[in-house]
């Protein structure tokens, strides 16, 4: 899993926790079911079963791979239409294209992050270069959806490339553990991603028998899921392995541990902690639209019906996945498919 890494870890600032601080007790533990997005690619729905209030300001998580693909087989999604939130993507291994409608997008590879705010509305999509799907190979990473308040839903769109070398690098108190800050702050430094909600997104690394103890913004809920590798998580030691999240309680610090004992395939134990201010609003989810009300995602099914949310540029050079109304999911009635696993009825939540 090579993201970013780096050759002497002991030479990165160090994060000391106080002893003073609190450490969050483990509310729940759940286990992500296995399924396939766009043409197929297959996923893990991170946060399935979990109630949306204990998310906030997080709607959704898909662990994307890890998976070897054949020459011909790896995968994307269409072009396909957002509003009201923010997507992050963050690739581990492997490379992924993203293009939108208003100009954004571009190539990112190992330990890169796409940040795209949808706000009042945007057409994109994510898929394979056409030499990856020539040749085949590893592909790993996640997408994250950060959910906007009402008062930002209706900014303009906008997009950020963060590159690998852009993201601030720290080891864990006891050296064993390397943390990736792609935003947000942590122990006084800040990751390069601009954020509309207030929020931590790290990937951490532990190495075989290593402890993270890593002071949290008690103002801010706790996330962690484990991408791959075996531990515990919690001062009560609450065992965790690859595809599992835990949601913490209040507190101040942050405890995971990697087992002595990992797989031969991943020797380390890698983790995703995320974590953010609730926004603590009503949310109407269903398709690509997450906003405040039911009739405020009707409506961006019907914009983007009308052709209001934009038309895929005419310049696009992949014309073999042009954008379609009907065939993607998102004609109004009851064959709604969805896109990124995203419910095919209204959810809704008053948090």
């Known amino acids: 899993m090579p993201a970013i890494t780096v050759r002497d870890i002991t030479v990165l600032p160090r994060v000391v926790a106080d002893a003073n601080l609190r450490p969050r007790r483990v509310k729940s533990i759940t286990t992500a079911p296995q399924g396939h997005e766009g043409e197929g690619f297959p996923v893990r729905r991170a946060f399935a079963g979990v109630d949306l209030a204990d998310l906030d300001p997080f709607i959704h998580l898909d662990q994307m791979g890890e998976v070897e693909y054949a020459p011909?087989?790896?995968?994307?999604?269409?072009?396909?239409?957002h509003r009201g939130f923010e997507t992050v993507t963050y690739?581990?291994?492997g490379i992924f294209d993203?293009?939108?409608?208003?100009?954004?997008?571009?190539?990112?590879?190992?330990?890169?992050?796409?940040?795209?705010?949808?706000?009042?509305?945007?057409?994109?999509?994510?898929?394979?270069?056409?030499?990856?799907?020539?040749?085949g190979g590893l592909f790993h990473?996640?997408?994250?959806?950060?959910?906007?308040?009402?008062?930002?839903?209706?900014?303009?769109?906008?997009?950020?490339?963060?590159?690998?070398?852009?993201?601030?690098?720290?080891?864990?108190?006891?050296?064993?553990?390397?943390?990736r800050v792609i935003a947000g702050e942590v122990a006084g430094f800040n990751g390069p991603g601009t954020t509309q909600s207030p929020i931590t997104l790290v990937h951490a690394t532990l190495q075989p028998g290593s402890q993270l103890r890593l002071p949290w913004n008690p103002a801010y809920n706790a996330l962690a899921y484990v991408l791959n590798g075996f531990g515990t998580v919690g001062d009560e030691k609450h065992p965790i392995k690859t595809g599992q999240l835990v949601?913490?309680?209040?507190?101040?610090?942050?405890?995971?541990?990697?087992?002595?004992?990992?797989?031969?395939?991943?020797?380390?134990?890698?983790?995703?902690?995320?974590?953010?201010?609730?926004?603590k609003e009503p949310?109407?989810?269903?398709?690509?639209?997450?906003?405040?009300?039911?009739?405020?995602?009707?409506?961006?099914?019907?914009?983007?019906?009308?052709?209001?949310?934009?038309?895929?540029?005419?310049?696009?050079?992949?014309?073999?996945?042009?954008l379609s109304r009907d065939g993607i999911g998102y004609k109004l009635g009851s064959d709604i498919?969805?896109?990124?696993?995203?419910?095919?009825?209204?959810?809704?939540t008053n948090n």
């Open 283 to 322: 949310v109407a989810w269903m398709g690509p639209f997450v906003m405040n009300t039911k009739a405020e995602v009707l409506k961006a099914f019907d914009d983007f019906q009308k052709g209001v949310l934009g038309i895929v540029p005419p310049d696009w050079n992949k014309a073999n996945r042009p």
């Open 98 to 135: 993203h293009y939108d409608n208003h100009g954004g997008g571009g190539t990112i590879s190992d330990g890169d992050t796409q940040w795209m705010t949808a706000g009042a509305g945007i057409l994109h999509i994510e898929t394979p270069p056409e030499h990856l799907v020539v040749s």
């Open 141 to 179: 990473g996640f997408q994250l959806w950060v959910n906007l308040p009402a008062a930002k839903k209706w900014s303009p769109p906008a997009y950020q490339n963060l590159h690998a070398s852009d993201v601030a690098l720290l080891s864990s108190g006891d050296g064993g553990a390397l943390l």
């Open 247 to 279: 949601t913490y309680r209040d507190g101040d610090l942050i405890v995971i541990s990697a087992d002595l004992n990992q797989e031969s395939r991943a020797p380390s134990m890698d983790v995703l902690i995320l974590g953010g201010l609730p926004i």
């Open 337 to 348: 498919k969805g896109v990124h696993g995203t419910p095919d009825e209204l959810q809704e």
């Open 91 to 93: 690739i581990i291994d």
């Open 72 to 81: 011909g087989e790896p995968k994307g999604t269409s072009w396909h239409p």
